[in-house]
């Protein structure tokens, strides 16, 4: 891994909300096609071949050096290639942002575009791979295949519950870091932002009564990193109700959330769960009315975050919450995973760390919160996402707790 930093800037947020300035009614399908025309990203030599001496050094026959250096010593390829600061971004096309089930070829538009993030927040390289199959032994067995090229990797749009046998047999059996964005990215993103709402809203994390509504990948990640950073009270909704141990059937995840969350018992639906919490978690299309609103404790925390249409309607939003949060771009405090996973892998790969473990996640979470932090109100619980302190923040913290750990 190379000591470049992630980029970072000076500049701090504005600290006023407005009106966005942009509007995605003023994005024209000509520019949207032309930008994309050709792809996004590109390879290019980091090494200049003007010369005979050039072509000797970075070929044969000066190349044979290094492999067999390597062939010797097998990780010091993360020295002498680019696997020390490669990402390889893949997915099967079954969960793309909100397209769903949409294919390998069609996906890889959203795959070259997380690369660009990689790049211009971490200064990292990231290949989008797009593989045409959906079974889980055939995905696994791929990427273990591919990984020798890659420094870590990013699992992306992968649908649930496949997802979760998905990572977890990589992080088994591969030596490089492995994590799904989907769940995680979004949960350490959440986390920061509840974190600081309860600095503002002088409350506690142990305290709160949280409800998460999804029990898809996001929604489960966002369930155990918020039991792990001290919330005692979770319920989880699905689309047949509360989440809890006599409902049948369940699957093997959700048997293992109804373990860990609902200490209360619970059940019902929506309703039933909302009646005297402070906070909300939307992760999926669900819809939330005012009744349920109405019967929440006072002053809660709301976290709508399905797009393009929130699970409560914004203006309801704003009437009854003390804290609002989105994920739309166009509304305040937009829980973006950009916030998270660019200085997550860049802090895992500079740690030469193996797995990304609970501790880097929470201590990502806390640098992201920190950096809000610095000019805190209602309306800017998050950093923007184009907030250049933010990616090296979190690769900082990132590395110290994977180095504390070894």
């Known amino acids: 891994m190379t000591d470049k930093q992630p980029h970072t800037s000076n500049s701090k947020p504005s600290n006023t909300t407005t009106s966005p300035s942009h509007s995605f009614a003023d994005l024209h399908d000509a520019e949207i096609f032309a930008a994309h025309e ?50 390889a971004i893949i997915s099967d096309g079954t969960a793309v942002l909100g397209l769903g089930d949409i294919g390998a070829k069609a996906a890889l538009p959203v795959m070259e575009g997380k690369a660009q993030l990689f790049g211009r927040f971490a200064g990292l390289n990231a290949i989008p791979i797009v593989l045409d199959t959906t079974d889980v032994d055939d995905l696994v067995h791929t990427i273990e295949a591919m990984a020798p090229s890659f420094g870590a990797i990013n699992l992306e749009d992968i649908s649930a519950p496949r997802c979760f046998e998905i990572e977890r047999r990589l992080i088994e059996s591969l030596d490089i870091p492995v994590m799904h964005d989907d769940q995680h990215g979004t949960a350490i993103v959440i986390t920061a932002a509840l974190r600081n709402a309860c600095q503002l809203l002088n409350r506690r994390l142990k305290d709160l009564k949280v409800v998460i509504s999804g029990a898809g990948a996001a929604g489960v990640a966002c369930a155990k990193m918020l039991i792990h950073a001290g919330v005692r009270d979770v319920i989880m909704l699905d689309s047949r109700g509360i989440i809890h141990p006599d409902r049948t059937p369940l699957t093997q995840i959700k048997q293992e959330m109804a373990a860990i969350t609902n200490p209360r018992r619970i059940t019902g639906g929506v309703a039933e769960a909302l009646r005297g919490a402070d906070t909300f978690i939307g992760l999926s299309r669900g819809h ?73 996640k929470l201590a990502a979470s806390r640098a992201i919160a920190n950096v809000a932090a610095e000019a805190l109100d209602v309306e800017h619980i998050v950093p923007s996402p184009l907030d250049g302190r933010v990616a090296p923040a979190v690769s900082a913290a990132v590395r110290a707790a994977a180095l504390a750990s070894k």
């Open 38 to 87: 050709g792809g996004k990203i590109e390879t290019h030599s980091r090494r200049p071949l003007e010369t005979v001496r050039d072509l000797s050094i970075a070929y044969t026959p000066g190349v044979a050096r290094v492999c067999e250096a390597i062939h010797e010593e097998p990780e010091r390829a993360r020295e002498y290639t680019w696997a020390g600061r490669n990402v």
């Open 288 to 360: 939330v009315g005012e009744a349920a609103l109405q019967s929440m404790a006072a002053d809660p925390i709301l976290f709508s975050l399905a797009n393009p249409d929130p699970e409560i309607d914004p203006d309801l939003a704003y009437k009854y919450g003390a804290i609002v949060a989105t994920g739309r771009s166009d509304l305040p405090n937009q829980i973006n995973n950009v916030l998270a996973f660019p200085g997550i892998f860049h802090g895992a790969l500079a740690a030469g760390a193996k797995q990304i473990t609970p501790a880097m």
